[in-house]
C-alpha cells in the first residue's frame, strides 16, 4: 500500500525476511538515479533517512491504512472543504494505491490487497465496497485514538505493551553497537570510496585512470567521473576537482551540468551507459550497507 505526496511518501509493508533497510536504500537509490537521469540533475533525491515504525496487529493495521490512504485530503487546503468533494478529489488522486483498492481501477501487481481487504469480513466481492465505505467514513471524525498512539514512540504504533517491547529491542539492538550514536546516522554516511568509485567508470567506460586527468574537447568522460563521485563517493566539488585534476570547483559545476545535459542524454549510446553504471554503483552502495 503507497501514498505519494508533494514531499513525501507513505509505504505499508511487510517484510517477513526482516530487510526493510537494504529494500529501502535500494528503492531511494534506484528512484534518485532514475529521476536524476530523466530530470538532468545530480545529488541526493531524499532528505535524510527513512522513518519506520513496528505495527501491532490487524486493528491498528485497518486503521494506518486508512490513515495512509486519506492523506490527500488530509492537507490543510482540502481540510476546510466540504466531504463530497474531498471524496472525488480522493476518488480522483491517482498517486495512491487507493482507487485499487476500491475497484477504480485495476489492481497493481506490485501491491497484495488480501490482508487488508480481508478485515473487512462479509463475501470476498464485497470487501473493496466495505473498504470503502470504512475509509471514506474517516473523513467525518479523525481517529483521535490513532493519532495518539502514532505520536506515543518512534518504533512502533500499538498498545502499551507492544510500545514498551519495540522500546526494549531497540534499546538492546543500539547497546549492542560500539559507539552509542544513532543506527540510523551512521547508515546514512555511509559512502562508496573514490578509488572504487573511478575503477567502476573506468571499467565501464573502457579507459586508464589517467585519462580521467586528460582535458578533452566535447569528452564526457570527466563529466561522468565527477557525477559519480558526487553521487557514490559524497565528495564536495573541491575534492572532485583535486582527483580529477580540474582548476576549481567552479570547473566540476560544469562538468556536471555538461554530464546532465540534454544532448548528453538524447544520445542513446551514453544514455545506456550511465544507466548500467549507475545500476553497478547503486548495487556496490547497498551491499556495503548491508
Known sequence: MFCLMDNHVHLLLETPDTNLSRFMQSLETGYTVYHNLRHSSVGHLFQGRYKAKLVQGDDYLLKL??????????VARMKA???DERIKNLHEYRWSSYRSYIGVDKELDYVV?????????????QRKRLYREFVEGGLAESD???MEVMGKSPHAIGGADFLAWARDLYQQLTDKEEVPEDIAFRQEARRLPAGEVIAEVCRHLG??????????????????AARMLSTYAGLTNRAIARILGLSSAGTVTYQLRTA????A???GQIKTLALELNRKLAELTTDQST
Do not use: D, T
Not at 65 to 74: A, E, G, M, Q, W
Not at 260 to 263: F, K, Q, W
Open 207 to 224: 579507459i586508464g585512470e589517467s585519462v580521467l586527468r586528460e582535458r578533452r574537447r566535447n569528452s564526457l568522460v570527466r563529466p561522468a
Open 81 to 83: 472543504r466540504p466531504i
Open 65 to 74: 491504512s486508512r490513515y495512509v490512504h486519506l492523506n490527500p485530503v488530509f
Open 113 to 125: 490487497y488480501g490482508p487488508v481487504l480481508a478485515q473487512m469480513g462479509g463475501r470476498k466481492r
Open 260 to 263: 546532465m545535459s540534454s544532448a
Open 265 to 267: 542524454m538524447k544520445n
Open 144 to 146: 483521535e485514538h490513532l
